[in-house]
């Protein structure tokens, strides 16, 4: 910047001359109008209206101009400026909204291509009926209690009253996890869970059981060395029979529908006393005097098995340190596999377990 002179005169001041401002700001504009992207134009702007354009620096030697020469030569240059920043804003706009019609152009779905949909999957009907199952319980006030598939044998039958000698023993077919002196099964069914709360908990006990347990079957249409069971233990003051059979109603009646009813038979289970196997009213024919004949699901019977049931012996309330002089309470245990090949009809159980998603998909809820 040259420094003030009074002697000083505009019109030879080359940058702040009328025709030099006038060309400079006519530079601009059409560098301006030229530039056809926002990346363009933040150079335009640098070169025409930065601190280092020509104009800036024209407008630095207004302050070395005699005081009578400032107002002229500052409203020539500040008119400029003015107009180069209004063009620059004006072309920022357009080319802005340029760039997104470009963009909106080129990122246009059209939803209505075809695709290839990829199946990712369905729920096992398994799962399905082990959630809802818990859901039913839960409901009730229920809780989910687990145990592992590797289980100890002492859990899996001396707790269940089922004693090394117990001719019981040998009705469940077990394997045996090596070497046999660790004394661990893979868990023959879900009961040892009922022994790993009550030792676990303070009565009043309400807990669902739902899990995979083995046995040493061979895999055909009807047995797998692999199945599923719901367990469940009911342990508080009074619990009677009678509150046994209200929850399997109950449950009966959550899956199957109003006017389901179970009805019990006399059996045997080393861990409960009395013991009853549990049938469910057939839920195709109802027993229905004139559809009961014909009936595939029930085979005539009006009824179809579900599982064991009884009030808990109190052998294994002691087992598992609960005071049988206090507490009472039901146990139940229920087929999972089964339930469900005789409610869909599948005449394989190992559809269950082949893992062919044409199997799973029509059982509703995908992933
Ligand atoms: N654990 C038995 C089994 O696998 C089923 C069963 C029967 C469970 C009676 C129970 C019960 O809790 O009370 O065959």
Same mark, same amino acid.
């Given at each position: 910047m ?9 019109v ?12 400079m700001?006519?530079?601009?504009l059409?560098?301006?109008?030229? %530039?056809?992207t926002?990346? #363009?134009l ?10 280092r354009?020509?104009?800036?620096? *024209?407008?630095r030697?207004?302050?070395?101009l005699?005081p009578q ?10 008119? %400029? ?8 804003a ?11 019609e470009v963009?909106l152009?080129?990122?246009t ?5 075809p695709?290839?949909? #990829?199946a990712v999957?369905?729920r ?5 009926i082990q959630e809802?199952?818990a ?7 229920w809780e989910?209690a687990?145990?592992p598939e590797?289980?100890?044998?002492w859990?899996?039958f001396?707790?269940?009253?089922l004693?090394p ?14 070497p ?7 868990r023959t ?14 009565? $009043?006990i309400y807990?669902?059981?739902p899990?995979?347990v083995?046995?040493?079957? #061979?895999?055909?249409?009807?047995h ?5 069971q719901?367990?469940?233990?009911a342990i ?10 209200g929850t399997?109603?109950h449950?009966?009646?959550a ?10 038979r $006399?059996s045997?289970?080393?861990f409960?006393? $009395?013991s009853?196997e549990m049938?469910l ?7 229905e005097?004139?559809?009961? *004949? #014909?009936?595939r ?6 009824w179809?098995?579900?599982g064991?049931c009884?009030?808990v012996?109190?052998r ?6 609960v005071d049988?002089d206090?507490?009472?309470g039901f ?5 999972l596999?089964?339930t469900?090949?005789?409610r869909y ?6 559809d269950?377990f ?5 199997f799973?998909?029509?059982?509703g809820?995908?992933?």
């Amino acid at each position: 910047m040259s420094a003030p002179n009074s002697s000083y005169d505009p019109v030879e001041v080359t940058p702040l001359r009328a025709d030099e401002v006038e060309r400079m700001r006519d530079e601009a504009l059409s560098a301006i109008a030229a %530039a056809h992207t926002l990346e #363009e134009l933040k150079q335009v702007r640098i070169d025409h209206a930065g601190d280092r354009s020509p104009m800036a620096l *024209a407008n630095r030697e207004i302050g070395a101009l005699p005081p009578q020469a400032r107002k002229e030569a500052g409203q020539r240059v500040g008119q %400029a400026r003015g107009a180069i920043n209004h063009a620059l804003a004006a072309r920022t706009t357009e080319v802005e909204s340029a760039e997104e019609e470009v963009a909106l152009a080129s990122e246009t779905v059209d939803v209505t291509l075809p695709w290839d949909v #990829e199946a990712v999957g369905a729920r096992h009907p398994l799962t399905t009926i082990q959630e809802h199952v818990a859901d039913i319980f839960v409901a009730m006030g229920w809780e989910v209690a687990e145990g592992p598939e590797v289980e100890a044998e002492w859990l899996n039958f001396d707790a269940l009253n089922l004693g090394p000698d117990h001719p019981a023993r040998t009705m469940q077919d077990t394997f045996w996890v090596t070497p046999e002196s660790a004394a661990m099964v893979l868990r023959t069914h879900t009961s040892p869970v009922q022994a790993r709360t009550m030792l676990t908990r303070e009565p $009043p006990i309400y807990v669902i059981c739902p899990g995979r347990v083995y046995r040493t079957d #061979e895999l055909d249409a009807t047995h797998s060395p692999v199945f599923h069971q719901v367990e469940g233990l009911a342990i508080d003051k009074g619990l009677s029979m009678a509150h046994l059979k209200g929850t399997l109603d109950h449950f009966a009646q959550a899956i199957y529908g109003d006017g389901m009813t179970t009805r019990f038979r $006399p059996s045997y289970f080393p861990f409960t006393e $009395p013991s009853a196997e549990m049938d469910l009213l057939c839920y195709v024919c109802h027993n229905e005097p004139d559809a009961v *004949a #014909e009936c595939r699901t029930c085979k005539g019977e009006g009824w179809v098995e579900w599982g064991g049931c009884g009030v808990v012996n109190p052998r294994v309330l002691i087992a598992c340190g609960v005071d049988p002089d206090v507490y009472s309470g039901f146990a139940f245990g229920i087929g999972l596999d089964r339930t469900i090949t005789s409610r869909y009809d599948i005449a394989d159980l190992r559809d269950l377990f082949d893992g062919d998603i044409r199997f799973t998909e029509p059982f509703g809820v995908e992933l």
